[in-house]
């Protein structure tokens, strides 16, 4: 079942292109993780916030995937992260042009 | 700048195909909102939450639409509406498949 895993987290940047560049190598580590289909990547600059929305392509994927990167942002000094895992309701999700895919 | 909503809230359903036939009028009511390139609806039956991602060409119409939809879902007796409003940052979503468009 197609699962979304939604993460924020309180950081102080870099965002916008700086964020790109100083991401991109654990941008192309992510895309190779099992069941994940995509990934958008979030920030917020005026209220100090990043973090991503997530499709897996079920949820015992979408859980492990959470374990390790919760893990690893803890190791970089990220704390107070906020994840939150939840079904697709695909019918409307495709009336709303969701991507499912 | 392509905005990120996401709203979740407590919801004791109905869930899954009930849900989705229940809620089939307002998703065709909410891909006419203006700015709005998709949503993705979203459930938990085991923790009893419910909720969207969003995905706006800008982040006027995702403030316009996250007023419009937090008074409707008050008024629907919805109460604890969590709302993230973020940027995308496209490079990085690219690389991970983000589709934004």
Known sequence: M???LQIDFPFNGPFGEEMSQAMQPLAES???EP???WKIWTENAATQEAGGVYLFSDASSAQSYLAMHSA???ASGVCD???KLFSVNNPLSLICKGPLQ
Chains 1, 2 share one sequence.
């Open 30 to 32: 992510i895309i190779t």
């Open 35 to 37: 069941g994940l289909l």
């Open 2 to 4: 197609l699962t979304v």
């Open 81 to 83: 992260i906020r994840a």
């Open 72 to 74: 690893r942002l803890a």
